[in-house]
């Protein structure tokens, strides 16, 4: 479909992409996923990685969000890694529920969250014309308050539904993606010290056109992360010396700004 030129919204309404990985991850046993996970996280460590955030968000289902946030926490027990897990339940619609995606909100804030907070450091959500919209999402960060766990939230990706400041407003630890961030994100962004993680291994192969505001993000002192933003579908990515090449070739970011990107913000201190 991409080669036949395709956008990434035809391609997940067709049942591409999260869908496509949705059955995999469904067919896949915990002991399959974390040798699956493996050889991928090696490529990271290889490279210097300390800390790896894995989200679910693949399996759309109780059991299976259970199943990835569990294989995630189990990679300690095999390498010498940090890892931080995000419930990302609120990812997609499964098929299930096709027409009915208030019904899978209801499951993800009234079942999923509670079931899964034990194993979840923190809660993302897609907000996005194909994702999930302004008020599905708020459910979900409220859900994830209730149960003591910081949120997330992949924003303004594809267009701009102010999900950025959305999240700024529940003191989102990051807003992710970013390309059609606009003046009043930026700004709640940088009163709530949400980062802003850009993700420029989506951006081109997904071959998104529109940059970030990386001018305004510095102008306004909002602290920038970078991220390979590893998934099967949309940056099959597992090298941070590559997302730290594209955050300068293709963002214009600094030297300095790629290394404190994917180390620490007080670096001179």
């Keep these: 479909l991409r080669l036949a030129g395709a956008s990434y919204e035809e391609i997940a309404r067709a049942g591409g992409g999260i869908l496509s990985t949705m059955r995999a991850t469904r067919a896949a046993d915990e002991a399959a996923l974390i040798a699956a996970a493996l050889p991928r996280l090696d490529a990271l460590l290889a490279e210097?990685?300390?800390?790896?955030?894995?989200?679910?968000?693949?399996?759309l289902t109780l059991a299976d969000e259970r199943k990835m946030?569990?294989?995630?926490?189990?990679l300690t027990r095999e390498r010498p890694v940090r890892?931080?897990?995000t419930f990302l339940g609120a990812h997609a619609v499964p098929p299930e529920y096709a027409g009915r995606p208030d019904a899978y909100v209801d499951l993800v804030c009234d079942e999923m969250i509670p079931a899964v907070a034990e194993l979840a450091d923190a809660v993302d959500a897609f907000c996005e014309g194909i994702g999930f919209t302004l008020e599905q999402t708020a459910r979900v960060f409220d859900a994830a308050a209730r149960h003591g766990l910081p949120v997330k939230l992949h924003a303004e990706q594809l267009s701009n539904q102010h999900g950025a400041a959305l999240a700024a407003r529940y003191g989102a630890l990051?807003?992710?993606?970013?390309e059609h961030l606009d003046a009043e994100g930026?700004?709640?962004m940088a009163a709530a010290g949400t980062v802003a993680v850009l993700l420029p291994g989506a951006f081109y192969f997904?071959?998104?056109?529109?940059?970030?505001?990386?001018?305004?993000?510095r102008a306004a002192d909002v602290p920038i992360a970078l991220a390979t933003d590893c998934n099967p579908g949309t940056s099959p990515l597992t090298s941070v010396?590559?997302?730290?090449n594209f955050g300068a070739t293709l963002f214009h970011l600094t030297v300095e700004e790629c290394l404190k990107g994917v180390t620490r913000h007080d670096m001179d201190e």
């Design 206 to 217: 997904t071959r998104e056109t529109r940059l970030p505001p990386v001018s305004a993000l």
């Design 241 to 244: 010396l590559l997302a730290m």
């Design 69 to 74: 946030l569990a294989a995630a926490r189990a």
């Design 83 to 85: 890892v931080a897990t």
């Design 174 to 178: 990051s807003a992710d993606h970013l």
């Design 48 to 59: 210097g990685v300390t800390t790896v955030e894995v989200k679910s968000g693949y399996g």
């Design 186 to 188: 930026v700004a709640a």
